[in-house]
């Protein structure tokens, strides 16, 4: 085990996984002299030079899009969005392209490609530069998507997503990038995709969340853990593919969920985990699910306002109350 | 192939059966003529015999679920079988083709509901209500607006209150009670049998390993008395009374949730051994619920005995279409004046039930009296 920040665990990945395949490669803004905004790639182009550690125009459609023909033509790019809301100018490639081609083609072309980025609050970076982006990537089928939480789940979800086969929406989160765990040193060190974390087992309530979230959850816990309410928190890890099996586990014991995430609330993908429990697991509910998410607003800058945006750690213990009929 | 497991059709009036025990699980193996399933219908509990081999692939109905006849419940077969048709059979498809073609849910519909006929719930509540038999349409909610949650449903409460599922063979008894009641003029005459002949000849039985109940005694006594007495043994129908020259005596067994009558048939033409094969078997059928619609059809006359819970006497309503019912009473020795001695005797009280639309009451008492006279012969009466 070694402590590392979230930042240096993905570049550690990366760079391990570059040494073992020559195939891997990676390409962005900023990402070699400079090392990537978030220093995600520093370093990355003394070891691998600049064929394997690229340099790119302010062209995200062009590079995803240089992306999806390096992956089928048999080479696993890992392609960085400076902001994942960056996406958006590529959502062709990415959507009709890199998700279709490979059920288009009969199976025959590949597409082992990882689109990495941060989304996400905490730098008052407004509203093209701030918001969480998941959702949207959830409901084309082809794209599997990815959310890791902490600087382990990081390291073994990103070596997963580079030996995927299939194109990979990597979620890492800007307000992450600076926290410290430890992450084993073991360079196989992965986590299979469609497996949740329990972060905490408890009886009263099942929270589910992501990013940020995880580490509010548990802070919240401690607190209702004094007036004797027992959160259980699940981390789905990857909304894409889904593990509804431990999710409607834990909400048949507890008998409540409130899922919190940092994307819009409407349509977010809390609605789609609501809407599962209440199919597969009405009769056990005590409480309406609940869902925390962003407000239907764009991200202000200022970061006061911000934070009244999004939802907030004490909400979290409030929506627990709610579905205990606690006030 | 996928065989399917269906509701039976067993007699003629029945048009739905409740689901009482699945035997096996999903994934079980069954064979061919292997029970599967347990079902009630109004009139009795029997087991469903698998019509193939291979694997419970699926549980269409639970236990507890109604389902009209012909429906099919669950399916045999196996693993590679496709069932996707039999996902979703809406339960509005169903024609059963008499007044009772709602498919209900057995707990739900016994459920008492409140004067608005809605209970705020919630699902995980409701559930553990329903799992722990738990009334739960007196309970104060504490949710908002007096929503019922899950703590509101608590362990005290399982003591306190409870229910059965009011269908299946309770509610056929209801209904015949209630049909009794309204119908029929029922008129009641007591009489006071010396039962030392009885006694006597029981004893007399059981060293030659014969062993022979009180009720075989009196189905024998009683089918004598009816032919003698056939206005007892008679049922009203329209613009005539129908005189039955033979005995087919029912008696009542308690089972669980109710009680079943099943039948002697023809006993004026048996033995007292006979009779008492026969009422042997059928207590053990009615006991284990495999009594068939044959065993509790057609009969004439009804004798119910509560002698073993030490009652002085007791009365009991007669069973339609029947015209009478008699009630035995245990047998306790009695202080009596006999040829103006004060002596001492083995006395139970028998209470006749009858239709006074149809039998008076100098008939009726004149059957009674051959009844007693008939118990206390000191040869053994009829037999």
Request: glycine share 8%; proline share 4%; aromatic share 6%.
């Amino acid at each position: 085990m070694s402590i590392k920040t979230y930042s240096q665990a993905i570049k550690d990945v990366i760079a391990e996984e570059m040494r073992k395949d020559d195939a891997v490669f990676i390409m962005g803004e900023d990402i070699a002299e400079a090392g990537g905004i978030f220093t995600c790639t520093k370093g990355l182009l003394k070891e691998f030079g600049s064929e394997r550690v690229r340099n790119t125009p302010i062209s995200e459609a062009g590079f995803v899009g240089a992306g999806v023909g390096a992956a089928s033509c048999g080479l696993r790019p890992i392609v960085e969005l400076m902001y994942m809301d960056f996406a958006y100018l590529a959502m062709d490639q990415i959507l009709n392209q890199a998700a279709k081609i490979r059920y288009m083609f009969g199976g025959n072309v590949k597409i082992p490609m990882v689109i990495r980025g941060q989304q996400g609050i905490g730098r008052g970076n407004a509203g093209q530069h701030s918001q969480s982006v998941e959702s949207l990537f959830m409901h084309i089928p082809g794209v599997k998507v990815v959310m890791p939480s902490s600087p382990s789940e990081a390291a073994g979800l990103l070596r997963t997503a580079i030996r995927d086969d299939n194109p990979v929406m990597f979620f890492e989160h800007k307000a992450l990038y600076a926290t410290k765990g430890e992450v084993p040193d073991d360079p196989e060190y992965s986590i299979p995709f469609g497996k949740a974390n329990i972060i905490r087992e408890g009886k009263d309530a099942t929270v589910i969340c992501s990013h940020l979230y995880v580490q509010k959850a548990l802070n919240e816990a401690e607190k209702l853990a004094k007036k004797n309410i027992d959160i259980e928190i699940i981390d789905p890890r990857t909304l894409i593919p889904f593990d509804k099996t431990t999710i409607i586990k834990s909400v048949k014991k507890t008998g409540r969920a409130i899922i919190v995430h940092e994307a819009h609330k409407i349509a977010g993908w809390g609605a789609e985990i609501a809407a599962t429990i209440m199919e597969e697991a009405f009769e056990y509910l005590d409480a309406p699910v609940l869902r925390l998410g962003a407000k239907h607003c764009t991200l202000p800058f200022n970061l006061g306002l911000e934070n009244a945006v999004v939802p907030q750690q004490e909400d979290i213990s409030k929506a627990v109350k709610k579905t205990l009929y606690i006030s | 192939m996928i065989t399917e497991i269906i509701m039976p059709k067993q007699g003629l009036q029945m048009t739905e059966g409740a689901i009482t025990k699945w035997l096996k699980n999903v994934g079980d193996d069954v064979k061919n003529g292997e029970a599967i399933i347990e079902i009630e219908t109004d009139k009795a509990a029997l087991e469903i015999e698998a019509q193939g081999d291979g694997k419970l692939l699926k549980k269409i109905h639970d236990e507890g679920e109604t389902v009209a006849v012909s429906k099919v419940i669950g399916l045999i077969g196996a693993d590679t079988d496709d069932i996707s048709k039999y996902d979703t059979e809406p339960i509005s498809e169903s024609k059963p083709d008499t007044k009772n073609a709602v498919i209900e849910n057995t707990l739900k519909s016994s459920m008492p509901q409140n004067s608005n006929g809605r209970i705020f719930i919630t699902p995980r509540a409701k559930k553990l209500a329903i799992d722990n038999k738990i009334n739960f349409s007196n309970i104060t909610g504490t949710g908002p607006n007096g929503l019922i949650i899950e703590k509101n449903i608590t362990p005290s409460l399982l003591n306190k209150e409870s229910f059965l599922a009011f269908k299946g063979i309770r509610k056929t008894i209801a209904e015949r009670m209630i049909e009794s009641q309204n119908t029929y003029a029922q008129a009641y005459h007591k009489i006071s049998i010396n039962m030392n002949s009885i006694i006597n000849l029981r004893e007399s039985l059981k060293k030659s390993n014969i062993n022979i109940s009180y009720n075989d005694i009196f189905i024998k006594i009683c089918s004598k008395a009816l032919l003698e007495n056939p206005i007892l043994n008679s049922t009203l129908e329209n613009d005539r009374i129908i005189l039955k020259h033979y005995a087919n005596i029912g008696f009542a067994v308690a089972v669980d949730n109710g009680l079943f009558v099943p039948v002697v048939h023809n006993a004026e033409t048996l033995s007292l051994e006979e009779i008492s094969n026969k009422s042997k078997n059928l207590i053990k059928k009615a006991r284990n619920g495999s009594l068939g619609i044959a065993d509790f059809s057609s009969g004439t006359f009804t004798i119910s005995n509560l002698g073993m819970y030490d009652l002085d006497e007791f009365t009991a309503i007669i069973n339609p279409p029947q015209s009478a019912i008699l009630a035995i009473g245990a047998i306790k020795k009695q202080v009596v004046a006999i040829n103006d001695e004060v002596c001492i005797r083995p006395i139970a009280t028998l209470c006749l039930t009858y239709d006074h639309r149809i039998i008076d009451g100098a008939p009726a008492a004149a059957f009674l009296k051959r009844v007693k006279e008939l118990s206390e012969m000191k040869t053994g009466g009829a037999l």
